[in-house]
Structures are given as C-alpha cells and as structure tokens.
C-alpha cells in the first residue's frame, strides 16, 4: 500500500459526491439506531436525542411532539417483560439539510415471561421519517409510523436453557452500559 501516490488516492468531484451522501445516510441511520436503542434499552435520554425538540411523532395512539412520545412509550416499555427493536434496510434520500427516511422494523414486545404462557406482541411496519440538519447534526423533524401487519404469540414453552443466559435489562443496568464492554 505504500507505493499509492498521492495522486492516486485523489478523490474525483464524482467520488466525493458520493462519500459525502455516504456520511450523510451513514449519520441519518445512526439517528435511527439511536433513537431504537434508547427505547429498547430504556434510556430516556438516548432516546430523545434523536428527535428534535419540536418534532412530531405519529405513533398510532400516541401523536404528538416527539419529545413527549418518549416518555409515554418508555412507560409502555417498562410494562413488558422485554421488547426488542430489529431494524431492517432503509431507503434514505438528502437533499440539503432535509432528509427522507424509510426504515423497516419488527418490535417484539413479551408478556408473560414468568409463569406461563409467555405472550408476545410483534408490530412490523416502517418509520418513515422527515430529518432536519441543524448546526450540522441531524435529527428527526416528523415521524409516521406506519404499520403492514402484527401478530401475538402464545406459548407454555421457553427456549431450552434461557436462563442460563445473562438477561437483557434497561438502562443503566444492562451489560452494555458495564465495564469493559460499555460501547455507550
């Protein structure tokens, strides 16, 4: 790799463009992924970084200023047994400071986990957001959540030996807020 000039390693006005699109979809998801696990995690203040101050959220039956919503769905969180966001692709365009985001997800939320029956709910839709840049960060600026199907689970049983594993837990007792591993 030493022998690449630097001439070489010159990035076209084309391949620039490109980067900084790059950059910019790469930070929008990151406000997704962050605002996913601020909720899942129940860390409220993770969670309302991703959204403006005076942003929107429609989030079925609660819509309202986002920074609002946080609070009420933590509370709503905190009456399961578990939850867990997974996040799929995203389709995002920039122009400027504004932003579109599509971002699949499925929210798994469990009942039940001690006694029996274990129920789980699963929400799967998209977040299809409006972002903003303000001072160079972006953030969301209106959220739909928009819902293609659900289900409930029911079941006597439990995957075999789960509680061997460490549990997942909320904010700040769970394993990633802990020493070595923290990556908050």
Not at 49 to 57: F, I, L, S, T
Not at 138 to 159: C, G, N
């Amino acid at each position: 790799m030493n022998d690449v000039t630097e001439e070489a390693a010159q990035l076209t006005p084309v391949e620039l463009g490109r980067l900084r699109d790059l950059l910019e979809r790469d930070a929008i998801r990151r406000v997704v992924e962050g605002y996913v696990r601020g909720m899942d995690r129940c860390e409220e203040a993770r969670a309302r970084a991703a959204y403006w101050e005076d942003g929107h959220d429609n989030h079925g039956p609660f819509d309202g200023n986002a920074q609002e919503f946080v609070p009420w769905g933590l509370a709503a969180a905190k009456e399961s047994s578990g939850h867990q966001h997974v996040l799929g692709q995203s389709v995002i365009e920039v122009a400027g400071d504004h932003a579109s985001a599509e971002t699949y997800f499925v929210y798994y939320q469990e009942q039940g986990r001690i006694p029996l029956p274990n129920v789980v709910h699963v929400l799967a839709g998209r977040y299809v957001d409006t972002l903003e840049r303000r001072g160079g960060e972006w953030k969301i600026a209106d959220r739909v959540v928009a819902i293609d199907w659900s289900t409930v689970w029911r079941s006597d049983e439990r995957f075999p030996m789960v509680d061997d594993f460490v549990r997942g837990d909320w904010f700040p007792d769970d394993q990633i807020y802990q020493k070595p591993h923290s990556a908050a």
